[in-house]
T-cell receptor
Framework: DAKTTQPNSMESNEEEPVHLPCNHS???????IHWYRQLPSQGPEYVIH???SNVNNRMASLAIAEDRKSSTLILHRATLRDAAVYYC?????????????FGKGTKLTVNP | NAGVTQTPKFQVLKTGQSMTLQCAQD?????MSWYRQDPGMGLRLIHY???????DQGEVPNGYNVSRSTTEDFPLRLLSAAPSQTSVYFC????????????FGPGTRLTVT
């Protein structure tokens, strides 16, 4: 199984940038890197994805290492609403089917 | 669009009972899947479907059945509930197997006593 490693928890202050790291040393050339977040008592929500190049969208930026063995999700200005569990996921193909495997994620606390 | 909807939101079962968790989406997505989430853990894939009439097993399929008779609906059946199936269940959908953004429902919290 494709696996990712993330810190269990991180803390940030409101309006400061947050860098959430993820290691995925077993990534293969065709695996996409996805990030989802889960707010309390809700289902996961898509944040961003990438393959090789850095990516930006309205929610966040994704920085991918040149060897693709690690990536960082960047929230440019954390708000209280960004407090959630953030999952770094590899999307890979196994047996002809594509799968997303969720790890335990990083719980982000945002202090006012 | 309502997105992905799940019913019920909460359910308590006795060991050995059966029930069906309902999932529906109104986005005409081909790919649908079921996950379970246990305390302090990530999501684990139970079953998935790449289109109407086609289903396959995920990481933890034992004790669960699925069918996909329409594009919109993807029910999950618990055949004989066990306490180990106490969990929060999430249904998800995406446009196709290769689509990159997945949409999740609000979840069903199931307790088996």
């Amino acid at each position: 199984d494709a696996k990712t490693t993330q810190p269990n928890s991180m803390e940030s202050n409101e309006e400061e940038p947050v860098h959430l790291p993820c290691n995925h040393s077993t990534i293969s050339g065709t695996d996409y890197i996805h990030w989802y977040r889960q707010l309390p008592s809700q289902g996961p929500e898509y944040v961003i994805h990438g393959l090789t190049s850095n990516v930006n969208n309205r929610m966040a930026s994704l920085a991918i290492a040149e060897d693709r063995k690690s990536s960082t999700l960047i929230l440019h200005r954390a708000t209280l609403r960004d407090a959630a569990v953030y999952y770094c996921i590899l999307r890979y193909t196994q047996g002809g089917s594509e799968k997303l495997v969720f790890g335990k994620g990083t719980k982000l606390t945002v202090n006012p | 669009n309502a997105g992905v909807t799940q019913t019920p939101k909460f359910q308590v079962l006795k060991t050995g009972q059966s029930m069906t968790l309902q999932c529906a989406q109104d986005m005409n997505h081909e790919y649908m899947s079921w996950y379970r989430q246990d305390p302090g853990m990530g999501l684990r894939l139970i079953h998935y479907s790449v289109g109407a009439g086609i289903t396959d097993q995920g990481e933890v399929p034992n004790g669960y059945n699925v069918s996909r008779s329409t594009t919109e609906d993807f029910p999950l059946r618990l055949l004989s509930a066990a306490p180990s199936q106490t969990s929060v269940y999430f249904c998800a959908s995406r446009r196709g197997q290769g689509a990159l953004e997945q949409y999740f429902g609000p979840g069903t919290r199931l307790t088996v006593t």
